[in-house]
């Protein structure tokens, strides 16, 4: 007897998606932590203010390769599903940023300085604990028809 397969969702199964959300976050790392180093090391910007340009460029790049990729089944108008992931982007960029900027303000209580260097670690940090939260707010609500 063949059992009969339910269809995938239309806006993707989460089986493949779990894989290539966390595939385009490396790479959004990436550009977030190579430009808040960047802009820590060469401008000279404070770790605060370095971590801002980074984040805007990384969500766009994620923003295309999500779209492209991850929630490629997803019929959501490109405008709409922009403004939404942006929604939900920004809400986990308030979760990214307390957790990095509590890195910045913890680090030398523990005897860690803060260098450029050390940067992507706390990056890493606030990116990870995001994670989970804007998976579930795209898969949800952004790229949702």
Known sequence: MNAVKPAAPAHGRIAAQVPAFAAIGLVGY?????????C??????PP?????????????????????????HSRAPFFRAFLRYWGVASVGLAVNYAVYSACVVLAPRVGIAVTPAILPLFVAAGTGVAMIFTFIGFRSFAFRH
């Open 30 to 38: 990436f550009v977030d932590a190579g430009l808040t180093f960047v």
């Open 40 to 45: 820590a090391k060469y401008i000279g910007l």
């Open 48 to 72: 605060e203010l370095a971590r801002p340009p980074g984040f805007i460029i990384a969500t766009i790049v994620n923003f295309a390769l999500n779209r492209r990729i991850t929630f490629r």
